[in-house]
Each structure stands twice: as structure tokens, then as C-alpha cells.
């Protein structure tokens, strides 16, 4: 049983910044990689970023240089650095984590980003 609780989003000036926190509450395997995906309106769920117990990062091209992954592995915390944020940044912003054991995959219930022009 793994619980993953997302933080930090809220409405938010098109060149402004946010940052988005998702926890672990609960992690009875290992959590291999952790990462940030999300889903506007009418849209597929996309991945925006995510990061590998070694460090490892990987990036949507339409975020690259404007938003940065982190993990406390001690936490079980993954964060997204948001800058530069622009209106089709607007989406709900989903955590998830791979895990050694099943069913192997996690998802958070998602907080909204809104971003104005």
C-alpha cells in the first residue's frame, strides 16, 4: 500500500513560479522512480518530468529549462520547480512512483495548475 499526497499547485501569473511536492505516505516496496505527469482538459496525461533513485532525469521537451525534478529518497518526496510558467502549463499535475512490488505503479490524485495570461 503506497499513498502518494501532491501539494503546491494554485493559480498562478503566466512568468511566475510554483512548486509542487508529492509524498510517499506509505511505501511497503522500494520506490524505484518517482515523476510528474499531467492531463489538461480533452487531453492525454502527459509525462512532465521524472527522476530515478540514482538521479537520473528526464524531461518533456516543452518544459526543459523551465522546470526542474528533485527527490529527497530519505522522504519519499519528489518536487517540481516550476518557473517561467506559461497558460498551457495548465493542467492537473499528477504524481507517480514506480515500485518494486505490485502492482507496481502509483498514482496521486493530482492538484490543479492554473496559469493566466
Known amino acids: 500500500q503506497v499513498r502518494l499526497v501532491e501539494s503546491g499547485g494554485g493559480l498562478v501569473q503566466a512568468g511566475g513560479s510554483l512548486r509542487l511536492s508529492c509524498t510517499a505516505s506509505?511505501?511497503?516496496?522500494?520506490?524505484?522512480?518517482m515523476g510528474w505527469y499531467r492531463q489538461a482538459p480533452g487531453n492525454k496525461r502527459d509525462l512532465v518530468a521524472a527522476?530515478?533513485?540514482?538521479?537520473?532525469?528526464d524531461y518533456a521537451d516543452s518544459v526543459k529549462g523551465r522546470f526542474t525534478i528533485s527527490r529527497d529518497n530519505a522522504k519519499n518526496t519528489v518536487y517540481l520547480q516550476m518557473n517561467s510558467l506559461k497558460p498551457e502549463d495548465t493542467a492537473v499535475y499528477c504524481c507517480?512512483?514506480?515500485?518494486?512490488?505490485?502492482?507496481?505503479?502509483?498514482w496521486g490524485q493530482g492538484t490543479q495548475v492554473t496559469v493566466s495570461s
Open positions: 507517480y512512483a514506480e515500485i518494486t512490488t505490485y502492482p507496481f505503479d502509483y
Open positions: 506509505r511505501s511497503t516496496g522500494s520506490i524505484t522512480a
Open positions: 527522476i530515478r533513485n540514482g538521479g537520473t532525469t
